[in-house]
């Protein structure tokens, strides 16, 4: 295999397959970016198994020449290749392949030249990225907003795997996403076509992941399998495995009838919540009494002292009202509500209770209150 | 003690002070900020008995009142009232100490309070923050110069605690400052007024402290004793320890003749240097070969590959050599000199070289080579 390349699409596409490659992974071959050249153009695949991301350069981008002098065939490259194509700065760089263990990558005013042992292309685990019929389109904002809204209320835990991931159920022209460690929830609907149906538990670190790429596109693909997610956008193509097992039924757990009700901003509920850390005995517990006259926001810890924060902007509906939390999940749900107003609505001292953006009833937190020992 | 304070300037004392504190010392009473309201204004100090920093907030900035409705007094308070101040966003914020261990510091509308436990005024060490008759008064640039350009070459490892020092000495109009690990060596000379004669071995990281707090001045004395040095600059005093024993004698380092001369520009070579570290067998150390019509720097390993990358713009005189060392020290050497022009001198294989600025005499860079295996 021999071409030269334009340097920056080149080290475009070599980036972000890398990004799905564990260089301590003990597979060998997997620590390495299969870069193969057929007629189709340059296919650069990085996989640690459970994420596989292919990007595939043309020859030719609109009218212009992006491969050139080339001869087909592939090879398993070090990610070196990567920090090289980064440091040098000709436009164009040239990869030659010698037998299938030695490739050299050298700038095109030859001044740089890096010589690296391969590891031979069959011993690489290729992964099917072939997509599945089922598949739904999503603009980029939707995307976005499914991941940052409710990835972050996975569980980060490995022992029960199905809470890390995500859980999609489309049907009805509803497509609801649902995260929860069991401490709190996070639950998203995003409307689509009539005609989808599935269900499907995808890892929320790859969801994030996705996402990331995603930056600069207008939509992305999403092909449902049996045990495979791909994700195509641009002319890239990213494949996770799914979570197997059945994911805990979540849908009693948003309280039907509530009769606290306590609207506030969000930018000063935060500040409270980051005051009375300070001094919290528990970590991140704090506590949050209201009633029509006073809303605040307090902790104490017999070592370091206490702290009192008056929320000075608020309305509230019901009679007063006192509860503990996690302080951390309140905060990340209301960030991802991504709303100055925020409206909580409570049943009692120890049930669920919901954080809500008022003028947005597509999206819905939930956390669990920690008991006080007050 | 009780005061009410404008935020700003408590918030800028309060955060200058506690960069000196190192949270986690065995000593409680110096994991707390002391606060010390006399007639003179309030002193904030922070130590960690190596390096103290104490700043004053006067009663008045020009005509505007700082500090109002006080009552002098003192008190030794947990680094949390720091977060506080940065958290809370009234003008003001109240101190008031109940006995000497009870603080409670509020928000001026009384919608943010905390309650602090806090240690006994006397349990704390205090430093000594008087100055020596000893002084000399630099520019900012001046210092920050004399940091950049040799506090790096200093030693980090306390095996042999001098040479973790930057070694200041002054006499006959020159201050020459000198830092070396035993493998490099960095050298910049300043001039100062000539009656001033001393010799200090002060810690590298603290001058690196003080440079960072000079931020926004324009000019700083340094006050040398017997056994501290102290650093005073708008309100600020900073006070660190000498380190103890002499200074290795490094005046015959510098070569006087050198007979192989490489003009090269830093860029092109910080660059070569990155691309052969991709393929370094011993951690960092890379190859330099020169002749008159070809200079490269190229790097090998039997693991991973080889590299090699010529330098495009270059003038040498002398006969060819190769000469192999530590890259990252030339690298730091080279970056220190800030100048795109970049001048190597060298005796021979084996032997330290130097690198220069061409243009400027006042500082110079040694490093020893390193063995080459080729």
Chains 1, 2 share one sequence.
Not at 207 to 212: K, N, Q, R, Y
């Amino acid at each position: 295999m021999r071409f030269t390349i334009n340097r920056e699409e080149f080290l475009k596409g070599l980036t972000t397959s890398s990004r799905a490659i564990n260089s301590k992974n003990p597979i060998a071959a997997l620590t390495n970016l299969k870069i193969e050249l057929n007629e189709n153009g340059l296919f650069i695949t990085g996989s640690n198994r459970d994420l596989t991301i292919r990007t595939l350069i043309p020859y030719f981008l609109d009218d212009k020449e992006i491969i050139r002098n080339y001869q087909i065939g592939s090879v398993l490259v070090n990610l070196k290749i990567v920090d090289f194509c980064r440091e040098v700065k000709t436009e164009e760089v040239v990869l030659e392949v010698n037998d299938e263990t030695i490739a050299t990558i050298a700038s095109s005013n030859g001044n740089n030249e890096m010589t690296l042992q391969c590891i031979k292309v069959d011993e690489y685990y290729d992964v099917d990225l072939e997509p599945d019929s089922l598949e739904i389109t999503l603009t980029k904002n939707e995307f976005s907003n499914i991941v940052n809204q409710t990835a972050f209320a996975a569980s980060l835990k490995e022992q029960r795997l199905i809470l890390t991931a995500l859980n999609l159920e489309a049907n009805e022209g509803k497509l609801t996403v649902t995260a929860t460690d069991s401490a709190r929830m996070a639950r998203k609907e995003t409307l689509v076509p009539d005609n989808i149906s599935f269900v499907a538990n995808i890892p929320a670190k790859m969801m994030v992941e996705v996402d990331h790429l995603l930056e600069g596109q207008e939509y992305i693909t999403i092909s449902i399998g049996d045990k495979k997610a791909l994700f195509s956008f641009d002319k890239i193509v990213v494949a996770t495995t799914l979570v197997a097992g059945d994911y805990p039924n979540t849908k009693n757990i948003v309280p039907k009838v509530t009769n606290h009700h306590l609207m506030v901003k969000a930018s000063e509920v935060l500040s409270a919540i980051r005051l009375a850390n300070l001094v919290t005995e528990r970590e991140n517990v704090v506590d949050f009494s209201m009633s029509p006259e006073n809303v605040q926001i307090s902790a104490k810890s017999s070592q370091t002292g206490s702290g009192v924060n008056k929320i000075g902007a608020f309305q509230y509906e019901g009679s007063p009202l006192r509860i503990s939390f996690n302080s951390e999940f309140v905060s990340q749900a209301i960030k991802a509500l991504g709303s100055e107003d925020i409206l909580f609505e409570f049943i009692g001292e120890m049930k669920p209770f919901v954080i809500k953006n008022p003028n947005d009833d597509s999206i819905i937190q939930i956390v669990t209150p920690v008991r006080a020992y007050y």
